[in-house]
């Protein structure tokens, strides 16, 4: 049967007859022959009986030959072979013939024009029946393009600034650029061939072998950084990639950007260190348990930033002699045998040890060898032993020095895993002494004014009277954020008619001044007060001239009140208040059933020392024998975040709920109560309680 032709100009064009179609294996070894045609690889026979060696049309035109001017031998074969490549591809020739096995090799061929070509050939020998090898079959494929660009490619990988290797997938080199031999220390023919963990044993187990076999078992790029030990010593900054041949790393030698970095981190470290130190020393050092609460804060910062660990050394305030009162260990596990070393060291150590020659001379000193310095000095026993396991390299010891005194010391030790302290360690470690030298000093001086301070004002405070028929209770506390001198004042004290007057005054300042003031202030009017039976109006109106007519320039607040009774009073259980007010907080009442009461407006009359004419009035109340009354100076109801308003009712509401309490309990109460956190101010206050009939 014949297919009939088609009209010309039809897609598909004529047809042939089915009969003149190839079969399906004509078909078969049209198309290898055809994809071999297109990839220009070309084969070739060689017998090995004749050494006639047979090559096919695109062979002789990869080798140049045309016109039937290929010999077919194995000599024509190796006339057009590089000089440099000859002798390695007639070998590996040779070999497939005697192993009768497989034959591989990539060469160059000069061709008639003096042009270079890259060959790749490949062929296996064939053996006849008893085993003799009897031809030699094969193909070759022109590889010039690829080889000029792994040639391209080579060169800018030789010219990189990078480091670059490249690993078989037997983990051996296959390509190392310039600058991996340089960084790697090692040259070219080092490396090619050789066995990655053979030649960096190093690696093995280390996060170099731990990246790369993920690499090479995901198919995935990874790029961290790692260090490797001497004697490369240096960190790396590694980029793996898979490729089909096996790993590709690409790497940066790291060291300097990471000491860099690691410099910034302990700068930081130790800025925030100080800053830290400053804080804690900030805080109110009054008492030897804050000091060394302090101290022991300051010892577990210091740590780790500048050592391993540390003890902090305080003299006694009141004998002088030393004392280890802080320590710290970085180690969880080692703060029991630095707590030990710390309560053992002083009582063991020579007199000629670190720390005592720090504290004796005042110096800083640091000591490279720990152990050979301080170790045969310990007795036998338990200090030697706690020693050996805290096991110290090096030392920096510090005195706390301030105002020429030497306070005490600190010690910052350092095992052998860690370097010995840099200039800038040993620069922050002073300054750390310094900062804390400096806060306790301030504190035992502040400590030392404070103390003065009170005693000077106690001492022109004198005790209150005691009437038959009264109580009377005096508190004073200065504040706990001054060293000075305050204004505020109290009096009490009996007329000659029996009469009791209470005084409550605040000058205004906080300085040496404002104390001599108080102390005119409070002498004059006692003696103003003190002729007869002058009201309290009168009082005040006397004081205030008299401060114009001494020049005395100073203002003050005051409260002058008389507690009076007749007999009629006497018989009916009660007795008359009369008090008067410049500008001074309200008098507060208390009866017997536990009510209060303000004596007055909110604020008083003008205020002394601001106008001597003023006109002054006094005010009184009748109250049931049992009642108290209680006046006090606005540090106790108004501070920086308490108005007056809101801290008098505070003081009503507290006076209410407190009322049943004797009153020197009643008044240590109040105080406690209304100013928990430490006085802003100085507080005055005095109190006086009517006996019931």
Not at 132 to 156: I, K
Not at 562 to 573: F, K, S
Not at 629 to 638: F, Q
Not at 666 to 671: I, K, M, Q, S
Request: charged share 25%; with cysteine; aromatic share 6%.
């Amino acid at each position: 049967m014949t297919v009939p032709e088609q009209r010309p100009g039809s897609p598909g064009g004529a047809l042939r007859p089915l009969s003149l179609l190839p079969d399906d294996a004509e078909v078969s070894r049209l198309r290898i022959e055809l994809a071999i045609d297109a990839a220009g690889i070309g084969s070739f026979d060689w017998d090995l009986l004749t050494g006639r060696l047979t090559w096919d049309e695109q062979l002789l035109s990869l080798f140049g030959y045309r016109d039937g001017g290929f010999g077919e031998t194995i000599d024509a074969f190796a006339e057009r072979l590089h000089p440099d490549d000859r002798d390695r591809t007639l070998q590996a020739l040779q070999e497939a013939v005697e192993t009768v096995g497989t034959y591989e090799a990539e060469f160059r061929v000069v061709l008639p024009s003096g042009d270079t070509r890259w060959v790749q050939g490949r062929g296996r020998a064939l053996a006849d029946s008893r085993g003799r090898p009897v031809r030699l079959l094969g193909a070759a494929l022109d590889t010039t393009r690829l080889r000029e660009g792994d040639s391209r490619v080579s060169r800018v990988l030789e010219t990189m600034r990078s480091a670059f290797f490249a690993l078989d997938r037997s983990w051996r080199f296959t390509y190392v650029n310039a600058e991996a031999e340089r960084v790697l220390h090692r040259s070219r023919e080092e490396l090619l061939g050789g066995d990655l963990w053979e030649l960096f044993p190093a690696a093995v187990g280390s996060d170099f072998e731990v990246n790369y076999r993920a690499v090479m078992e995901r198919g995935e790029e990874r790029v961290f950084d790692a260090y490797y030990p001497p004697p490369l010593d240096a960190w790396y900054e590694v980029r793996a990639w898979p490729g089909p041949d096996g790993l590709s790393v690409y790497f940066l030698d790291v060291t300097e950007r990471r000491a860099a970095e690691e410099r910034a981190r302990a700068g930081a470290a130790r800025l925030a260190l100080l800053a830290e130190v400053s804080a804690l020393m900030s805080t109110a050092l009054g008492s030897a348990a804050a000091e060394r609460a302090a101290l022991q804060r300051v010892a577990e910062v210091v740590v780790p930033v500048l050592g391993d660990w540390a003890i902090l050394t305080l003299a006694d305030g009141t004998d002088g002699r030393m004392h280890d009162v802080a320590s710290w260990h970085a180690d969880p596990a080692m703060r029991p045998a630095t707590a030990a070393y710390a309560g053992l060291r002083l009582a063991s150590i020579a007199p000629d040890a670190p720390v005592l020659q720090a504290l004796g001379s005042g110096r800083l000193l640091t000591v490279a060898d720990v152990p050979a310095v301080v170790r045969p000095t310990l007795p036998e026993g338990e200090v030697r032993e706690v020693f050996d396991a805290l096991a110290p390299r090096t030392a920096v010891t510090l005195p706390l020095l301030a105002r020429g005194r030497t306070l005490g010391a600190l010690s910052v030790y350092r095992g052998a895993d860690r370097p010995a302290a840099t200039a800038e360690d040993v620069a922050a470690a002073r300054e750390v002494a310094d900062r804390v030298a400096l806060a306790l000093d301030n504190a035992r001086l502040f400590d030392q004014q404070r103390r003065l301070a009170e005693a000077l004002q106690r001492s022109l405070l004198t005790a209150p009277p005691q009437p038959d028929d009264a109580e009377i209770v005096v508190r004073y506390q200065p504040a706990v954020q001054v060293a000075q001198v305050g204004g505020d004042w109290y009096d009490a004290f009996l007329q000659r008619d029996g009469a009791t007057v209470l005084v409550i005054g605040d000058v205004v300042g906080h300085d040496t001044e404002a104390a001599a003031a108080m102390g005119q202030l409070r002498g004059m009017l006692r003696g103003v007060a003190h002729r007869g039976d002058t009201p309290p109006d009168a009082v005040l109106a006397e004081l205030d001239d008299a401060m114009d007519a001494l020049g005395l320039h100073t203002m003050a607040t005051a409260v002058v009140a008389r507690v009076e009774q007749t007999p009629e009073q006497r018989a009916a259980g009660t007795t008359t208040l009369r008090w008067s007010n410049a500008g001074h907080p309200v008098p507060l009442l208390l009866t017997p059933e536990g009510e209060v009461h303000r004596l007055g407006g909110a604020r008083g009359q003008l205020m002394l020392g601001v106008d001597p004419s003023a006109q002054r009035t006094s005010q009184q109340v009748e109250v049931r024998r049992g009642s108290t009354l209680l006046l006090y100076t606005d540090g106790l109801v108004e501070g920086r975040d308490l108005l007056l308003d809101e801290g008098t009712d505070r003081l009503c509401a507290a006076l209410a709920q407190l009322a049943d309490l004797p009153l020197e309990r009643l008044c240590d109460a109040l105080v406690t109560r209304l100013q928990p956190e430490g006085l802003q101010d100085d507080v005055a206050l005095v109190a006086i309680r009517l006996h019931p009939q």
